[in-house]
Antibody, heavy 120, light 110 residues
Framework: QVQLVESGGGVAQPGRSLRLSCAAS????????MHWVRQAPGKGLEWVAV????????HYADSVKGRFTISRDNSKNTVFLQMNSLRDEDTAMYYC?????????????WGQGTLVTVSS | QSVLTQPPSVSAAPGQKVTLSCSGS????????VSWYQQLPGTAPKLLIY???KRPSGIPDRFSGSKSGTSATLGITGLQTGDEADYYC???????????FGGGTKLTVL
């Protein structure tokens, strides 16, 4: 069965960095687009970033552009989110999600999330 | 403020029907398919509807979706207390090249 397991969350001071990982299993990882979505405490879902199946195409929300980088290692079935210059407003639960097929057909599997807290 | 607009809350009685709306623009809902997600308290979102009106396997036919122009609707019939959750619409924006979620609608089953 499809599983997505996020890790790497924790507490970081403003301006510091964190790297999130999402380990995938149960499907042919290299054939699917992957996303990161976050949810601040008590707030709604916010799309963060997407990466194509081969890593050649990436897009970001304006709120994280220039600070966050999405990448993937298809040999390890893992997608990453490098978060630099963290701000208080980056505090959220971060979910990785698998794109359904065909493209733009929703996010059909989600991880359980990893919590990022940015605080001095 | 979300680019996709959803009412913050709706409520209905058990057994009744409810419709949740999602309004966008020509570059997102008007051009691309809409998905809907259910998020129960303390859990990750779950895909309910994709491609405007398709249900993943395991999603009961009490849930339905439709799209017209730049708006989409999620319908839920035979409401159950277990349907109490936050519901989000989502679509890709072809002009901004970003994914978009609505602000979410909290469904209360009285």
């Amino acid at each position: 069965q499809v599983q997505l397991v996020e890790s790497g969350g924790g507490v970081a001071q403003p301006g510091r960095s964190l790297r999130l990982s999402c380990a995938a299993s149960g499907f042919t990882f290299s054939s699917y687009v992957m996303h990161w979505v976050r949810q601040a405490p008590g707030k709604g879902l916010e799309w963060v970033a997407v990466i194509s199946y081969d890593g050649g195409d990436k897009h970001y929300a304006d709120s994280v552009k220039g600070r966050f980088t999405i990448s993937r290692d298809n040999s390890k079935n893992t997608v990453f989110l490098q978060m630099n210059s963290l701000r208080d407003e980056d505090t959220a639960m971060y979910y990785c999600a698998k794109q359904n097929s065909p493209p733009l057909s929703g996010l059909d599997y989600w991880g359980q999330g990893t919590l990022v807290t940015v605080s001095s | 403020q979300s680019v996709l607009t959803q009412p913050p809350s709706v409520s209905a009685a058990p057994g009744q029907k409810v419709t949740l709306s999602c309004s966008g623009s020509s570059s997102n809902i008007g051009k691309n398919s809409v998905s809907w997600y259910q998020q129960l308290p303390g859990t990750a979102p779950k895909l309910l509807i994709y491609d405007n009106d398709k249900r993943p396997s395991g999603i009961p036919d009490r849930f339905s979706g439709s799209k017209s122009g730049t708006s989409a609707t999620l319908g839920i019939t035979g409401l159950q207390t277990g349907d109490e959750a936050d519901y989000y619409c989502e679509a890709w924006d072809s002009s901004l090249r970003v994914g978009l979620f609505g602000g979410g609608t909290k469904l209360t089953v009285l």
